[in-house]
């Protein structure tokens, strides 16, 4: 199996957005990191593609995390705070697997990389990311 064979973890579906364009492109290119970076994970015999996407992935995550909360701040979320701590402990997460790729720990939590991973983003969307799409009007 080839790393252009290997199925995506997670996929995009209209059940995940937001009702902002802007954000739910981004969270596209997000769920596309995380696929890359679980596929690299198994599939390439040295961490280096691993910790090169982990690292593409975080920057990302910054990008993403800032636009996402400025769009809140524009709009008078009045949780933009609490989501904030969300959004620094998500990515203190993605920081803490770097690290595990970089020590060579990473490839041998196979079901709780697919967890972690999973769980960092889908569930995020989900649960955070709808509080504030409901909220906004952006969602029922």
Not at 41 to 50: E, G, I, P, V
């Amino acid at each position: 199996m080839s790393y252009d064979d290997y199925d995506n973890m997670i996929e995009w579906t209209s059940a995940l957005s937001v009702g902002n364009d802007t954000i739910d492109s981004e969270h596209k290119i997000l769920m596309d990191m995380i696929n890359r970076l679980y596929a690299a994970t198994f599939l390439d015999s040295s961490d280096q593609l691993a910790e090169t996407i982990v690292n593409e992935l975080i920057d990302y995550t910054h990008t993403h995390f800032n636009h996402e909360e400025s769009f809140l701040k524009e709009s008078g979320y009045k949780d933009l705070d609490q989501h904030r701590v969300v959004h620094n402990e998500l990515l203190r997460q993605v920081i803490d697997f770097k690290f595990a790729i970089v020590e060579g720990k990473a490839r041998n939590s196979g079901s709780n990389l697919e967890h972690f991973l999973r769980n960092w983003m889908v569930q995020h969307i989900q649960g955070r990311d709808f509080e504030y799409a409901k909220t906004l009007g952006l969602k029922e």
